[in-house]
């Protein structure tokens, strides 16, 4: 008897050992591209392999995106002994040959599954084989795993997902897990030590301000995302990112829109996951994905996200508290005209409310920097006056003097 209660006690020591999330990982929001936004179910190796050379050529990679991304309807069928592999057509060359090509290139590659029985798409789910879906993802060389919510009827989210996390945990690849099950179950209040970023919202849309009704569901345009983070910047920090959704910049949006949306999610510390078409970009893409600024701003180490400050006709004022107490500052203006905008520094009291950071303009001179202008615009002795073009943005970078 004595013997039985030491070896269970032993077997749950064990278990809490295993039952955790690889932690060091996605220290800095993750960057990197996914298939979906653009491609849906139309992908194959060409456009993986395409896209990796492109990631490459672009100068994106060397931007700091990393992860090439496939999402959904890769799959082919399970075997006689229940073990996933992708789908022959589309993947001639097959899975593990094609993780070797993306990491040839020196990024890394991420794929795609569904806590339920089946994908969103309606491709095999890993439910009940979470543990050897995970056992594949490592032997192929996976680095990071979407994990989906569709077709999940009686399971509890919190639950799946951990279940997912100590497979991959017990496989001993470290991948990043990405919980994609649309902020339904608020994952920022339970996922924190079970995944490395959870999708906060349903899915973005390729429009700066609609709701797309598909009958059961909506996606929503860019401000409508960005409106519904509200109340969550407190949850989030390093290793553990709030995920508005993939980008569309480079998607048909007009470039003010891109740059506005791009800005955002580096002001949110969102993963900068493009969603577009990388083999066929227009150079303005190109300049807003790779500005090196903004990315600077969204990969800071202190991995803050901004808050908003103030709204006034039209403009939002989104703060960033930044390492070495330098700052960012966004406004957007929301408004489909010109503002104006008077800054008196010496009238403003920024202070982090979550956090409590503070910025101090009384002892304090902060030269700065407007950044999508390449300008330098003094410091805060004097007023900024600054006018913001109409549904865009003006970025500034605020560090010590
Ligand atoms: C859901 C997700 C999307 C995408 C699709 C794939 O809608 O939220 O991001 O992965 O499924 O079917």
Redesign the pocket.
């Known amino acids: 008897m004595k013997n039985i209660f030491l070896l269970l006690l032993i077997l749950m020591s064990i278990n809490i050992v295993l039952a955790q999330k690889f932690e060091d990982l996605a220290q800095t929001p993750p960057m990197g591209w996914n298939s ?1 936004n653009k491609f849906a179910c139309n992908v194959d190796e060409d456009l993986i392999k395409q896209t990796a050379d492109a990631m490459v050529s672009s100068g994106m990679k060397d931007a700091g995106y990393e992860y090439i991304i496939i ?2 309807c890769w799959h082919g069928e399970r075997d006689e002994k229940g073990f996933i592999s992708a789908n022959k057509e589309r993947f001639p060359s097959g899975m593990k040959a094609l993780v070797d090509y993306v990491h040839s290139k020196g990024l890394k590659f991420g794929i ?1 599954s569904d806590a339920g029985w089946q ?3 309606g491709k095999p789910g890993s439910r009940g084989r979470e543990f050897q879906d995970a056992q594949t993802y490592a032997k192929w060389g996976v680095d990071y795993l ?1 994990y ?1 919510w ?1 077709n999940t009827e009686g399971l509890k989210a919190e639950g799946a997902y951990l279940t997912m996390r100590d497979a991959l945990y017990e496989a001993g690849r470290p991948i990043v897990l990405s919980i ?1 099950e ?1 902020g339904q179950n608020k994952p920022w209040k339970w996922a924190e030590d079970v995944g490395h970023l959870w ?1 906060t919202t349903g ?1 973005i849309y390729n429009c700066w301000d609609c709701e797309e009704d598909h009958g059961t569901w909506s996606s929503f345009g860019v401000l409508r995302i960005l409106d519904m983070q509200e109340g969550l910047r407190k949850y989030a920090g390093p290793g553990h990112w709030n995920d508005p959704d993939m980008m569309e910049v480079g998607n048909g949006m007009k470039v003010n829109h891109d740059r506005a949306h791009f800005t955002m999610w580096a002001m949110l510390a969102a993963p900068l996951i493009a969603g577009n078409d990388l083999s066929n970009m227009t150079q303005e893409t190109i300049d807003i994905l790779t500005k090196k600024e903004i990315i600077a701003i969204s990969q800071d180490a202190l991995g803050i996200q901004a808050f908003k400050y103030q709204t006034k006709d039209g403009v939002e004022t989104w703060i960033k508290p930044l390492s070495n107490g330098d700052w960012a500052i966004t406004f957007l203006n929301r408004s489909k005209n010109e503002q104006k905008l008077n800054m008196k520094w010496e009238e403003q009291e920024i202070i982090d409310p979550d956090f409590g950071y503070k910025m101090n303009l009384a002892s304090q001179v902060y030269k700065i920097q407007n950044i999508w202008k390449e300008a330098n615009l003094k410091d805060t002795q004097k007023p900024l006056k600054i006018s913001i073009p109409a549904e865009d943005v003006v970025t500034l970078l605020l560090t010590k003097n």
Do not use: S, V
Request: aromatic content about 22%.
């Open positions: 979906w999402d959904d795609y994908t969103c798409g979407k989906d569709c994609c649309w999708r899915d």
